[in-house]
């Protein structure tokens, strides 16, 4: 839905990128899930619409936006395919964390106008050096790596005022890290999920993110900033999986479409037409249903974000609601493909992609399910949990 907050032509001209990237996708599909990586064609699209800027503060001189608007950008490019929703969404999103950055150091990362990549999984050491500090590790799953000129690498470490090591994102340039090219998996294969090593690495002490204030407060270092930017002040985590649940909910708007398409064009042995048949028109009948309900959980997720908006809230929550659609979209993928039968488990068929792409969204780490009802259902009892929303 377009959102009143963003101007009707801003929103169609957005659409119109989203567009262009996901047929460029689509036609490439087969041969991105081959080759484990979307190709320079969908890349240079993401970088000619301008879509690796799109979710900047408003001083770099371009349009502010909302969640709705970016919610429908992500939809649109996996309707067509999820792997380049997925690389749209990360090539935008994480300016997200970039905002957050010490000014001097996130200018120099926006003027270089490169991808930027991130996985926060703390697994990195970091010792302290004059100047800054070195990172050392090895980091599986990430996305897009191979197309980028920056990556947020996760650790813990010590900060001055806590006693504790604390979640960190350092900002690293890929040139100086070794790319280990064993992406192979299930699905979203044109994500480009490879490895990453880094070896006594040098970082800045500006280059580094702290977690926790970020989740705490959501606001940049400087007092002076940016009102508009559709991420400060509003709930960190949940806004920074969003992605997920949007692309989600526009594969399965693709699976509902294909379901009914094949459906339609199906003769049964002795002769009928499939989309006479009650089965079909029940099951038809329920993941739209089903298709619905995802849909509307995404729009209240985004609606319970502003309502959140500089207060605290109830992470749990989210991160079931996110996960609870995306279940829904999984859903709605594996039944289709069980209904139609065989043929649509042949390479290339639509509905095998995006069933074996949907799968994959759900086992993201931020969208697993039995985790996510557990963490809130103990939060629904008033026990205490701790979660990334």
């Not at 080759?35 to 969908?42: D, E, H, I, R, Y």
């Not at 010490?102 to 200018?107: I, M, N, Q």
């Not at 650790?155 to 992406?183: P, Q, Y």
């Not at 002040?233 to 920074?240: A, I, L, S, V, Y």
Request: overall charge negative.
């Amino acid at each position: 839905m377009a959102s009143t907050l963003v101007e009707t032509n801003l929103y169609d001209e957005l659409m119109a990128s989203a567009t262009r990237i996901g047929e460029i996708a689509e036609a490439e599909a087969l041969e991105a899930d081959k080759n484990a990586t979307v190709s320079k064609n969908v890349i240079n699209a993401i970088r000619e619409e301008k879509i690796h800027r799109l979710l900047l503060p408003k001083d770099y001189n371009f349009p502010q936006i909302d969640f709705w608007t970016y919610a429908d950008l992500i939809k649109k490019v996996s309707y067509y395919n999820l792997s380049a929703g997925w690389l749209t969404c990360f090539y935008s999103l994480h300016n997200a964390w970039v905002s957050y950055l010490p000014k001097s150091f996130r200018d120099e990362v926006v003027a270089s106008d490169g991808f930027v990549a991130d996985v926060f999984a703390p697994v990195g050491q970091i010792e302290e050096c004059e100047g800054g500090y070195l990172i050392s590790g090895q980091w599986n799953f990430v996305s897009g790596i191979l197309h980028s000129e920056w990556v947020a690498l996760g650790a813990l470490m010590h900060f001055d005022d806590s006693a504790v090591k604390e979640g960190a994102g350092v900002c690293v340039r890929v040139a100086d890290l070794t790319i280990k090219e064993n992406w192979d998996s299930l699905g979203m294969r044109g994500s480009g999920s490879h490895t990453v090593i880094a070896d006594k690495v040098f970082v800045k002490r500006e280059a580094i993110l702290r977690m926790s204030n970020m989740q705490e407060q959501s606001r940049p270092p400087e007092a002076d900033y940016d009102k508009d930017y559709l991420y400060y002040d509003m709930p960190w985590f949940p806004g920074f999986y969003i992605g997920f649940a949007s692309m989600a909910v526009g594969g399965a708007e693709r699976v509902v479409e294909e379901f009914k398409k094949h459906t339609a064009g199906r003769v049964r042995m002795n002769g009928t037409n499939e989309h006479e048949s009650p089965t079909s028109q029940r099951v038809l009948a329920e993941i739209s249903m089903e298709l619905k309900a995802a849909q509307a959980l995404l729009n209240e997720y985004i609606a319970q974000m502003y309502r959140d908006k500089d207060q605290p809230y109830n992470e749990a929550e989210y991160k079931a609601m996110r996960a609870s659609l995306i279940r829904k979209c999984v859903d709605i993928a594996v039944r289709s493909l069980l209904t139609l039968g065989g043929h649509a488990i042949l390479k290339g068929h639509p509905l095998e992609l995006f069933t074996r792409d949907l799968l994959t969204v759900g086992t993201h780490l931020s969208s697993l399910y039995e985790d996510a009802v557990n963490i809130y259902g103990k939060k629904l009892f008033g026990f205490p949990v701790v979660t990334r929303g």
